[in-house]
T-cell receptor, first 116, second 111 residues
Framework: DADVTQTPRNRITKTGKRIMLECSQT?????MYWYRQDPGLGLRLIYY???????NKGEISDGYSVSRQAQAKFSLSLESAIPNQTALYFC???????????????FGPGTRLTVL | TQLLEQSPQFLSIQEGENLTVYCNSS?????LQWYRQEPGEGPVLLVT?????EVKKLKRLTFQFGDARKDSSLHITAAQPGDTGLYLC???????????FGKGITLSVRP
């Protein structure tokens, strides 16, 4: 079974709809992240959480919100989806227990979201 | 804002060729990581380099961290179709900072 899972894997929705993307992990990691990936723009950080009570904005948080329901669950919401939020979304986890320089991020398989 | 520039953006080569790709910045990083992403999947860590001048080898892949810890290179010897994918570099700069990702290099190795 995959350590980091994302649901749904694909979603097509319409402008103005509320969408929630979910991420679950069985790695026992404290840190979780949401990224979006667009062709030619690489991975951009939306939100991140270093533990259950910690939520931080990334570089492109406008139009998004998150909820850290438990150590293992981190959800991303689009309150009112718009077409330029069409992208590939990745959840990732990491476990900073030693040297931060060697902290590895483990990515889920991604959610392809299309907003019409 | 720390930026990582990766070059070239796209590379298409024949099986058996050698190649080198680059990850450059004007900023110093505590470490640099290289990830590979295959279609339909998330990125997977290949290697982390920490010390300036460090060289790490992973089978046919050789990674080097610049002496000043501002850049890194990835050299692939005798590329194979299985090396096809998106190669991302990412830099770490502090214990509570986030990784800074480059935009990636799309490599295609033709049989």
């Amino acid at each position: 079974d995959a350590d980091v899972t994302q649901t749904p894997r694909n979603r097509i929705t319409k402008t103005g709809k509320r969408i929630m993307l979910e991420c679950s992990q069985t790695k026992g990691h404290d840190r979780m992240y949401w990224y979006r990936q667009d062709p030619g723009l690489g991975l951009r950080l939306i939100y991140y959480s270093f533990d259950v009570k910690d939520i931080n904005k990334g570089e492109i948080s406008d139009g998004y919100s998150v909820s850290r329901q438990a150590q293992a669950k981190f959800s991303l919401s689009l309150e009112s989806a718009i077409p330029n939020q069409t992208a590939l979304y990745f959840c990732a986890t990491s476990d900073l227990r030693g040297d931060y320089r060697t902290d590895t991020q483990y990515f889920g398989p991604g959610t392809r979201l299309t907003v019409l | 804002t720390q930026l990582l520039e990766q070059s070239p953006q796209f590379l298409s080569i024949q099986e058996g060729e050698n190649l080198t790709v680059y990850c450059n910045s004007s900023s110093v990083f505590s470490s640099l990581q290289w990830y590979r992403q295959e279609p339909g999947e998330g990125p997977v860590l290949l290697v982390t380099v920490v010390t300036g001048g460090e060289v790490k080898k992973l089978k046919r892949l050789t990674f080097q961290f610049g002496d000043a810890r501002k850049d890194s290179s990835l050299h692939i010897t005798a590329a194979q179709p299985g090396d096809t994918g998106l190669y991302l570099c990412a830099g770490a700069s502090g214990a509570n900072s986030k990784l800074t990702f480059g935009k990636g290099i799309t490599l295609s190795v033709r049989p």
